[in-house]
């Protein structure tokens, strides 16, 4: 059960003998993907601890702060988990969320009696009508799963860099050029296509450029679990995936390489990774 800052520091400092159970910056590294959570979190608030001092896995309650001012106390793990489209003004808060989201109250039609809650025949609570099912968008060309195409559906390229990383790969390898998806075998949300930012069909891979955002929101949180179940639809359907990862984001998968900045250097290392996927002989065969 997740326990006030203060006793779960007096603990530590009981099990491991020392004032000092974790010194600062132990965490960093571990928080650094987090700079929303970073700006939120006051060390005053939370008697004195650096959050670089707190384990991201530790069941302690913290006390943060939104930009708005409002105050409010969750675990390391329940901050971790909110990065995503519920964030309001770039920091998850429940107030910011119940301001930019209110809960609907609907008013529920007379009944008879009021003492007698709604029941069907036999005394049988009736049940909720389900939720409908969203529909599959019907604009996925009837493919066999792998196949890649160009998607009516598909977003443009998010960023200035992915356009550079796209232009540098092609010119150092004469794959083809312009499709932007790939067919799949079960439904990835509402289609049964995915959009990565780069589709290289001859070798059957895909590549992601991946940053935290001007935000910090990207890729983090509800967002990676998303860019997870999206690699696994991709090697279902007998892909591979090479993550580009920056902002200090941690590798998702086998072949994921970290950079700080993409460069001719990042693309020798991309290009290899290639190498290691499907073989040099295969790979060398399309370098311009």
């Given at each position: 059960m997740a326990e006030r800052v203060e006793a779960w520091w007096a603990r530590r400092q009981w099990s491991k003998g020392v004032d000092v159970p974790y010194a600062v910056g132990a965490y960093r590294e571990a928080w650094a993907a987090f700079p929303a959570l970073i700006r939120q979190y006051h060390p005053d608030l939370n008697a004195g601890i650096a959050?670089?001092?707190?384990?991201p896995a530790a069941d302690v309650l913290l006390l943060w702060q939104c930009d708005a001012g409002h105050r409010f106390a969750a675990t390391p793990s329940e901050q971790r988990s909110h990065p995503g489209r519920e964030r309001r003004r770039s920091a998850w808060c429940p107030e910011c969320s119940e301001l930019a989201a209110p809960t609907r109250v609907v008013a529920l039609p007379m009944r008879d009696s009021v003492d007698e809650p709604a029941r069907a025949k036999g005394g049988v609570l009736r049940a909720r009508r389900p939720r409908p099912t969203p529909a599959l968008c019907d604009k996925t060309p009837a493919l066999p799963p792998g196949e890649a195409f160009v998607s009516v559906c598909a977003p443009r390229p998010a960023s200035a860099?992915?356009?550079r990383i796209?232009?540098?790969l092609f010119g150092r390898l004469a794959l083809t050029r312009g499709?932007?998806?790939?067919?799949v075998s079960r439904p990835f949300f509402q289609h049964v296509e995915i959009w990565p930012d780069l589709v290289l069909p001859e070798l059957r891979i895909a590549v992601e450029y991946d940053s935290i955002g001007r935000h910090g929101l990207e890729h983090v949180g509800q967002r990676e679990q998303a860019d997870r179940r999206k690699d696994r639809a991709l090697r279902a359907v007998g892909w591979e995936v090479v993550r580009l990862r920056t902002g200090k984001l941690e590798p998702l998968g086998p072949y994921d390489l970290q950079l700080s900045t993409w460069n001719r250097g990042a693309l020798d290392r991309l290009v290899d990774t290639f190498r290691s996927i499907r073989g040099a002989l295969l790979v060398d065969a399309?370098?311009?």
């Open positions: 959050l670089s001092q707190v384990p860099v992915e356009d796209r232009a540098d499709l932007t998806a790939v067919r399309y370098v311009r």
